[in-house]
């Protein structure tokens, strides 16, 4: 597609919409089953927030074409990386197709670039971005996305903790604290958000997707339905994720029970409020609230290695992490040059 043309349908599409909510949640599920939409293409985890944002100022003013390039570049290497992981791009877009897409020269404006483009090489309009952990950024991406939908994605506490532990090795104290951090990140939302229960959606999946449609603006599709006929997750993705290889059921839900009876406890315990906010049943009469900490750093750390452990995939997209905030941070700190002495 020429540049020229390229940049004047990007200007033109609807904006990106999100796809959020706690780990474990069911965000893949809903990602695969929009994806399947002839409309729609979804971008598996850019993490663009929780890789970027953080370090942002370290680029300077995007303004400036040349730092403006410069954080292409690091895109554009998560982008190769991540194709190891998920069934994202399969080739990054070059520089310059970045510059021809982007209509403001800001943060923003490369993430809808980046989305945009996935779904122009699908042949697609609607873009749409799947990160879990974007609840952090909620409050932001509502902001600066004034115009973007949001499906927000909620799972029973007790069954998103188990799954969590089990696919990454979370604790259950991380596991609770993080799930209340997503329903507060909801429910302080400045606006409404299109929610998504999980058990819902598994249950009676034509009804929850024709809602999802109709939220979106979209007809819908049956044939979304059978997103799993064509499925391309990587076996990285495939291996906690087999049940995007068949048909929705319902059979994960409840799977909390091969919890011991003191890790239910714990959780309906942390999570007592949230659950009886969101209408989940507790196993016995609701418990004395405990209130959970947020994990430390040393904690987060032990987690992701939990988590890396002899994967050399996950080892080498996490080496491409640091490897850009090493380079982000040395080259902000050369740009405050500290040895000059002021005239």
């Known amino acids: 597609m020429r540049n020229d043309l390229r940049h004047a349908i990007a200007g033109q599409l609807p904006p990106p919409f999100f796809i ?14 929009l994806d399947s939409h002839s409309r729609i293409a979804v971008y598996l ?30 895109v554009q290497e998560v982008i190769r990386w991540q194709a190891v992981m998920n069934r994202a791009m399969t080739d990054s877009p070059e520089v310059e197709e970045f510059l021809e897409t982007i209509v403001a020269p800001s943060f923003e404006g490369v993430l809808t670039a980046l989305l945009q483009l996935n779904a122009l090489r699908q042949r697609k309009v609607r873009s749409a971005d799947k990160t879990p952990d974007h609840y952090a950024y909620l409050p932001e991406i509502l902001e600066k996305f004034p115009g973007s939908p949001i499906i927000f994605i909620m799972r029973d506490p007790r069954d998103t903790v188990f799954s969590m532990r089990e696919a990454f090795g979370t604790t259950v104290e991380t596991g ?37 449609c109709d939220y979106l603006g979209e007809p819908y599709e049956p044939a979304m339905l059978r997103f799993f006929e064509r499925t391309a997750l990587s076996p990285e993705t495939a291996q906690h994720h087999r049940k995007l290889f068949g048909p929705v059921d319902s059979e994960s839900v409840g799977r909390f029970r091969r919890l011991s009876s003191d890790e239910i406890q714990r959780i309906e315990s942390a999570c007592a409020a949230g659950m009886e906010a969101m209408g989940y049943p507790f196993t016995r009469r609701k418990p004395k609230t405990v209130i959970v900490k947020a994990p430390t750093k040393w904690q987060l750390l032990l987690t992701r290695l939990r988590y890396y452990g002899a994967n050399w995939n996950r080892w080498r997209l996490g080496s491409v ?23």
């Not at 799930?179 to 958000?193: F, G």
């Not at 490897?323 to 500290?338: D, E, F, G, H, Q």
Request: proline residues 7%.
């Open 20 to 33: 959020i909510g706690c780990p474990r949640s069911g965000t893949t599920l809903v990602a695969q089953l």
């Open 176 to 212: 609770v604290w993080r799930w209340n951090e997503a329903l507060r990140s909801y429910q302080d939302a400045s606006r409404p958000l299109h929610l998504v229960r999980y058990e819902e959606l598994v249950k009676k999946p034509a009804e929850v997707v024709k809602a999802m």
């Open 321 to 343: 992490r640091w490897k850009i905030v090493l380079r982000v941070r040395a080259r902000y700190l050369l740009t405050l040059r500290p040895w000059r002495i002021s005239p």
């Open 45 to 74: 985890e850019t993490q663009f927030y929780t890789l970027f944002r953080p370090f942002l100022h370290c680029y300077g003013d995007l303004r400036q074409p040349n730092n403006l390039r410069r954080f292409i570049v690091d």
